[in-house]
């Protein structure tokens, strides 16, 4: 399975970008990037997901470098309800099923 | 309405006791599954049912049998509970089981075994 590598904590002002990196260089040409968050004592919520190209939801922007190996979760503009654990997940299939395999995250802390 | 509804959301329960733990989608998915997340907020898989078959099967003690009535549900049931097994426990579902799929949480049922 791909692992991904991200930093364990961050902060950002409330009402800036918040962007939030991984890196993924085992990745393979067929696994997804997903990102999801948690914000405490809630369920994990999805935020996007992204094969190649960049992509941008109501929520965020997610750009994917051109070989890759990483990418960054871009929150335009950071709420203090954005502060959570934000995982960076590459998915994997197995026998035609996959899950999500979830690492240790990013605990992004917006600052008012 | 909740898309992935968990019940109880919280159980607090004596070792040696079985317990079970429901959870319902409206989302109209077919692939469900279960997540445990430790103390130290470790995520991870247990089970994966896509219309009601069993597709995933993590290394989970046997005391844990998850049940599927239907595609709309996946009950989890709980033997012989253990003070390892408080944790909290998130259900989920998704339209496939395939990479591309999007796969929705609910709120998590906090288990305690005392």
């Known amino acids: 399975d791909a692992k991904t590598t991200q930093p364990p904590s961050m902060d950002c002002a409330e009402g800036r970008a918040a962007n939030l990196p991984c890196n993924h260089s085992t990745i393979s040409g067929n696994e997804y990037v997903y990102w999801y968050r948690q914000i405490h004592s809630q369920g994990p919520q999805y935020i996007i997901h992204g094969l190649k190209n960049n992509e941008t939801n109501e929520m965020a922007s997610l750009i994917i470098t051109e070989d890759r190996k990483s990418s960054t979760l871009i929150l335009p503009h950071a709420t203090l309800r954005d502060t959570a654990v934000y995982y960076c997940?590459?998915?994997?299939?197995?026998?035609?099923?996959?899950?999500?395999?979830f690492g240790k995250g990013t605990h992004l802390i917006i600052q008012p | 309405d909740t898309a992935v509804s968990q019940t109880p959301k919280y159980l607090v329960t004596q070792m040696g006791n079985d317990k079970s733990i429901k959870c319902e989608q409206n989302l109209g998915h077919d692939t469900m599954y279960w997540y445990k997340q430790d103390s130290k907020k470790f995520l991870k898989i247990m089970f994966s049912?896509?219309?009601?078959?069993?597709?995933i099967n993590e290394t989970v003690p046997n005391r844990f049998s998850p049940k599927s009535p239907d595609k709309a549900h996946l009950n989890l049931h709980i033997n012989s509970l253990e003070l390892g097994d408080s944790a909290v426990y998130f259900c989920a579902s998704s339209q496939g089981p395939t990479l591309g799929n999007t796969i929705y949480f609910g709120e998590g049922s906090w288990l305690t075994v005392v």
């Open positions: 997940i590459v998915r994997v299939a197995r026998g035609g099923a996959d899950g999500l395999t």
């Open positions: 049912y896509n219309n009601k078959e069993l597709i």
